[in-house]
């Protein structure tokens, strides 16, 4: 079984940035893919971006965002993490993390993640 825990969701003025964090417990955090998801109200739960086993490769789901956000991974402390710079108040959702099912990106699909977390929210005010 693996945990996912994230963290350091919250408010934030337009413009600001924010760094979440992941931590995992469970299974081998080195050997799979890891991602960031986020759900707005009303709205599905949306790729943010993701990252390779070993850290070498990233995918976002659009170049704006890999303007703005970078994903990285500390595996030797079992952590992944979302820094995002210059954000906007369409930033504001739930920010889940995810483990693949694999070891590679792109992973862009929920159905490639089997372990999440239970998610944190980020508000960004106008």
């Known amino acids: 079984q693996v945990q996912l825990r994230e963290s350091g969701g919250g408010l934030v003025q337009a413009g600001g940035s924010l760094r979440l964090s992941c931590a995992a417990s469970?299974?081998?955090?080195?050997?799979?893919?890891m991602g960031w998801f986020r759900q707005a109200p009303g709205k599905e739960r949306e790729f943010v971006a993701c990252?390779?086993?070993?850290?070498?490769?990233?995918?976002y789901a659009e170049e704006s965002l890999k303007d703005r956000f970078s994903v990285s991974r500390d595996n030797a402390k079992n952590t992944l993490s979302l820094q995002m710079n210059s954000m906007k108040p369409e930033d504001t959702a739930v920010y889940y993390c995810?483990?693949?099912?694999?070891?590679?990106?792109?992973?862009?699909?929920?159905?490639?993640?089997?372990?999440w977390g239970q998610g944190t929210q980020v508000t960004v005010s106008s």
């Open positions: 995810a483990q693949a099912t694999g070891h590679t990106v792109p992973a862009t699909s929920p159905s490639e993640y089997v372990y």
């Open positions: 469970g299974r081998s955090f080195s050997s799979y893919a």
């Open positions: 990252i390779s086993a070993n850290g070498l490769s990233q995918f």
